[in-house]
Each structure stands twice: as C-alpha cells, then as structure tokens.
C-alpha cells in the first residue's frame, strides 16, 4: 500500500487531463459547424497579431489599470505553472522537491514563483473590489446577472486559493524554511507553523499540496464552462482574426454570382446551371443561426471573457439601447452550446425550432448598431461582433424583407432614383448653381 | 460655379486629373452642398483639372449595405463601376468618408480599382505638393474640436491627416476626451441616418456633442456630412448654436482663406 499515495495522483492527473481533452475536443468540432473562410493568409501579419495581441497584451493596456493588473497575473499564471512540473514528479514518484537538486537556481525559481504569487493574489484581490465594491459599470450591466456575473468571481476565488495554497504549502515546509532561500513571501507565515508539531506541519503542507494540485487540475476542467477559456483561445483568436481594413465589410460571392447574371446582357435566365453546379443549394443569405456563421466568429464566442469593454464604448449601449456587443458574443456561445449539447444527445442536430435569431439575439439590437467599430477596436483579443451583426441584418433583409420601415423607404428610394432619398436624379448637379 | 462633368470633358477628348465623387447627401442636402461647394473653391484655387459625374452618378450603395441590403449594394456598386471604368477613372476624391471607405475597401473586388483619397487626405497632398497654401492669421487661436468619423478614422486609420490641416490653420486644437481611434460615433452610420433610434435614453448624437462641447470650442471641424448634420443638430438641442459653429473641414479652409 505504500505506493497508494502515488497511484491515487496518477489516477486524478489522468482523469483531470482526460476530462479536459474531451471537452476541449467538443469546443473544437462546435467551431467547426461554423462555415469556412480562409485566414491562412499573410502568415507574418498573423504571427506578429498574436505576438503583440496575446503574447504581448498591447491591446489590454488602453486602459493601464486594468491592463498591468492583467498582466502581472497573466505572468504569474504562465510562470508558475513551471513549478506543476515538480509537483507532477513529485507526485508521480512519491519524491519531495525534486528538482530542489538545482541549488541556488531552485532557490531563485522558487524564491520567484513566491513574489509573482503573492503580486497575483494582491491583483486578484484589487479585480475583486473593482468589481463588487468600485462597482465599475461594465461588469453590472444587465446581461452580467446569475451566472455571468457569479463565474467571473468564482475565477477570482480559485486564483486566490490558489495562490494561497502554494505560499501555505512552502510556509508550512518546515525543513525548507531551515534552508531559508527561496522563501521570500513564505518566510513571513513560516511562524504560524513552526511551533507546531513536524507532525501536525506536514500534515497541512501535504493537504495543502493535495488542494494545490486538485484545485489546478479542477480548474483546468472548469475553464469549458467558464468564460475562462481565453487564457488559451485568445492565441488562436488572434492569429485568425481579420486583417483588413475595419471598414471593409465582406462582398457576399453568392449575391456577385446573381447581380452579374443580372446584369450581364447576353445571359440566359433559362439556361441550364453550367456543369457540376446542378446541385448547388440555394445558399440562405446572411445568418439566422450559429452555423451560418463562420468558424472564426464562432471562436471569438468561446474566446470572449466578457471583460465588457466593446459595450462600455458601444454608442448604443451608452444611449441606453438593447444592444450590447458582449451580449452578441455571449448570446452566439449560448445557442452554440445548445446546439453542441443537441448533437450530443441525438448524434446529429434534430432540429429544435430555435434559433439565434429571435430565440437569442432581437432585430432590435441588431437595428441599434451604428456599424462604428468601436467594439471591435476595443477589443483586446480581436473579437468581431459587428461582423455576426452584420451577418443577421443581411439574413433579416434579403431573406425576410424584414427592414426597419424607414430603411425599406430608403433602399426603394436608391432602386429608383440612386440616393437615399427621393430626389430626381436629374437635380444631383443643381448645388453648382445654387449660391 | 464651374464644375465639368466628364460626360463634357469626354466630348472635349480630356481626362482630368482626379474625379470628384459628390455622393447623395452632398448632392441633395442643403447643408452638405455647402461643404460640396466649399470643397470645389479649393480645387478651383489649388487649379486641379477635376469633374463630376453630374447626373451619371448614382448612390454608392454603401448605405443599403451597411443595412443588409447586398443585392442592392452589389447592383449600384457594378453599375458605378461600368460607368467610372467607362470614362478610365483612376483617381477619385470624396467628401464622404462612407463613399470613400466603400470605394477602396468593397469595389475593388468588384472589379473597381482606384486611387481614393478622402478631401482632408487630398488637400494635405495639395498642401505637400506646393499647389494650396493655408492662412494662419484668419483663425488664429480659435478653438476647434475635431470630431472622427468613424468611416475615416477606426475603418481606415486616417486619424492625422485632418488634423494635420487644421494645425495649419493656426487654431487651438482641443481634443475631446474620446478620440481617434476610441472616438464616439456621431450616431449617423449603419444607416441609422434613415431611420429613428431604437428605444433608448438618450440620442447619441447629444452624447457626442456634449463631449465636444466639454471643450468649449467655437467650431466643432468634422470631415463627413453625416456627422456634420448629426453635430449640427446636437448643438441645436443644446441651444448653443449661436457661441458653436459646426464646420466641415473644407469650410474651415474657405472661411480661413475668404475664398
């Protein structure tokens, strides 16, 4: 029984590690319900996006506070993961400080992990009392109730138990603190446990490795059903996101195909459909559920963490309209989800008679966008809302006529007489003359 | 005033130099022509060879394609391209960062290749060239806030150019606290130009203006007709019409020049 200790840790690295694939797996075939488009250009651009985007968090410190409070947890994270490596031989082989070998490098490593995780639990504790005590609006706005708002806490939570955990765990290691290097946060708890019994400090050393470890690996497993995941996604969010000019909207190249026939004099509506066409689907125009989507917008769903910042500079959001960009991302996760969790259950999708159209997202929080790009800007990890906007007015327009009145008015206006309003085209010269 | 057409110009066997593209509103709106009009005085004295399309020029389409309307945009998007590739267009300029926006970005897949220049970015090129100078006495240390628009300044990243124009002007630029690239939309794109605010508290093109009028300035300068009709009214609402003048950029150059 005496590698019990050893099999139980190797059973519940397993399964922590087992249980996240699978699900990272599931989030991978849901983004790819989405349609294809091709981001595999202009690779430099790409790499150098996410290496100052996500690597390089340029984008996160437009506003400094938050931003450099980002960062040193950000930093934190990575480089104290380096220590789970020991953790997982020590576990794996019943050892105690492995690589403690290393000497005066472990001692600084250590020594290392020891002040990023005390800066971290002192960051984590300022996003805290930003949130629930400073209260900034972002984070109350109406979509961020129940659980949106209760999963950004219990992230906070989790960060600083374990934090906590790992400065315990050192503080209560009594041969270590004899060593006394490598213990620069630690040494100042050590007192509570020195008096103690070795006994009674190991004891609370190894539950406190247990929890440390545990809490990791649950995580790790909670991060699918957090808005978390863009500690990972945020990579491949950046690489992929639109490179264009942020004005330039996508030409639809099934509408190019009709409006040339249309226009195209010696064309033959009768015609029969060239070779290898005839099966061509009708494409529906524009978006009315997630998978008439594109991958890329699906991805920037599971990547949003709903930091809230496009809606804090959303000029409808600030006049008090039912659009919110962050809720456009969260409402498309939602119904992707639901459709996941459909195709688990039936094998396939059976259709559910919902949509995320209506069902999640209103026309008239698409009608409030005033297509201005400040969400998209603001973004710190290239997220596009406007572009799934614009996908469903297109699909609310050329698929359902179902405009806004006044648009409707305004379109008829340009199909008779070129402008937006009704004006003869014969007068478009008349301010030449009118001084 | 004399503005060529290129249907006149094509008679004559001459191709001017750029193309002026006047879009709808500074076609039809009496508050846009003036900033249409204003820009032609500074071609004129500048002496650029340029022409209109006059009564060949239709919508862009840009609008029906920010409301949805593809098949609509694509229409006038190609019938404006079989009509600027007819007349061998190369170079177009525009007071409307809208139709400049779609005319770089959406036409050339299209098959619609131009050089576009917004006014600010032409006049500046004016200005470089040596062929229009500017007066720094006229509006010496007036306050002048700038306000981006969107279709110029987030989609297209020309923050510098207008603002590099008004500095010559000799005026006291003040910057609102939300600008370039995390300046508030005026509240007219996405077409909602043509049609009322879905339910809110607030319109926010008071928004706007109340940034812009946190800066005590006498002229609000902005660079699209758009955001100058929706400034225009802000300033209304907030019964300071007769202390805040809205202007065009083009306009700011006239009444700077007395041209």
């Not at chain 1, 996500?54 to 400094?64: C, T």
């Given at each position: 029984m005496h590698y019990l200790p050893n099999i139980i840790f190797a059973i519940i690295l397993i399964a922590g590690i087992g249980f996240f694939v699978k699900n990272i797996k599931k989030i991978i075939r849901n983004i790819n319900l989405g349609k294809d488009i091709n981001r595999s250009d202009n690779k430099s651009a790409r790499w150098k996006n996410m290496a100052y985007i996500?690597?390089?968090?340029?984008?996160?410190?437009?506003?400094?506070v938050a931003g450099i409070l980002h960062i040193v947890v950000y930093l934190g994270f990575i480089i104290i993961n380096i220590e789970v490596i020991e953790i997982i031989i020590d576990g794996l082989f019943g050892t105690h400080r492995i690589l403690s070998f290393m000497g005066g490098f472990y001692s600084f490593l250590i020594g290392s992990f020891e002040i990023l995780a005390f800066l971290v639990l002192v960051s984590v504790t300022i996003f805290w009392i930003r949130r629930m005590i400073v209260r900034i609006p972002r984070f109350w706005n109406k979509e961020m109730k129940g659980f949106p708002k209760n999963d950004a806490l219990y992230i906070l939570y989790f960060e600083m138990v374990l934090m906590s955990l790992f400065l315990i765990m050192n503080a209560s290691d009594i041969p270590f603190q004899i060593v006394n290097t490598g213990n620069p946060i630690s040494q100042f708890l050590a007192p509570i446990f020195s008096g103690m019994s070795h006994e009674t400090a190991h004891l609370i050393e190894q539950t406190a490795w247990w929890i440390h470890i545990v809490g990791i690996l649950i995580f790790l497993n909670y991060l699918y059903y957090s808005k978390h995941l863009h500690i990972l996604l945020a990579f491949p969010n950046t690489f992929y996101a639109n490179l264009e000019a942020k004005g330039k909207f996508t030409n639809d190249k099934n509408v190019t195909k009709e409006v040339k026939m249309m226009m195209d004099p010696d064309a033959d509506p009768y015609a029969a459909p060239p070779e290898g066409e005839e099966d061509a689907i009708p494409e529906k125009f524009g978006a009315s559920d997630v998978t008439d989507l594109n991958w890329v917008q699906l991805m920037n769903a599971y990547t949003c963490t709903e930091c809230g910042r496009c809606t804090s500079v959303c000029p409808a959001n600030l006049t008090g309209k039912e659009l919110s960009p962050r809720n456009i991302m969260m409402k498309t996760r939602d119904r992707l989800e639901e459709v996941g969790e459909n195709i688990d259950k039936n094998g396939e999708f059976k259709d559910d008679n919902k949509q995320l159209l209506n069902d999640y997202i209103t026309p008239e929080e698409l009608w409030a966008c005033t297509t201005c790009n400040a969400c998209v800007e603001e973004c710190p990890v290239n997220i596009d809302p406007l572009s799934i906007i614009m996908e469903m007015r297109r699909y609310l327009v050329m698929e359902q006529s179902a405009a806004p009145q006044e648009l409707n008015i305004m379109m008829t206006n340009i199909e008779n007489n070129g402008a937006p309003w009704q004006y003869n085209q014969m007068d478009r010269l008349n301010w030449k003359d009118e001084e | 005033m004399n503005v060529p057409t290129m249907a006149e110009m094509m008679a004559q066997g001459k191709q001017p130099e750029v193309l002026f593209w006047v879009g709808a509103a500074g076609s039809y709106d009496d508050r846009a022509k003036k900033i249409t009009r204003a820009f032609v005085k500074i071609l004129h004295k500048a002496n650029v060879d340029f022409a209109v399309l006059g009564t060949e020029e239709s919508s862009t389409g840009d609008v029906a394609k920010r409301a949805g309307n593809e098949f609509l945009f694509q229409m006038q998007a190609m019938m404006n391209i079989e009509v600027l590739n007819g007349y061998e267009i190369k170079t177009i300029v525009t007071a409307d960062p809208h139709s400049y926006n779609t005319f770089k970005n959406e036409y050339p897949e299209l098959g619609g290749n131009y050089k576009v220049y917004h006014h600010t970015q032409y006049i500046k090129k004016l200005i470089a060239d040596g062929r229009l100078s500017l007066d720094d006495t006229k509006l010496k240390d007036k306050r002048v806030t700038y306000h981006d628009p969107c279709y110029l300044g987030r989609a297209n990243g020309e923050y510098e150019s207008p603002r590099a124009i008004i500095r010559k002007m000799g005026v006291n630029l003040l910057e609102m606290k939300r600008n370039k690239s995390s300046a508030l939309c005026c509240g007219a794109g996405g077409a909602q130009m043509f049609k009322d605010a879905e339910k809110g508290d607030k319109e926010i093109n008071i928004l706007r203006t109340e940034d812009a009028l946190e800066t005590k300035p006498q002229i609000i300068a902005t660079g699209c007709p758009y955001c100058n009709t929706m400034m225009t009214d802000g300033v209304k609402a907030k019964n300071s019409e007769n202390t805040v003048k809205v202007l065009d950029i083009a306009e700011l150059i006239v009444d700077s020049q007395n041209l």
């Open positions: 996500a690597l390089g968090q340029s984008k996160m410190v437009r506003r400094p | -």
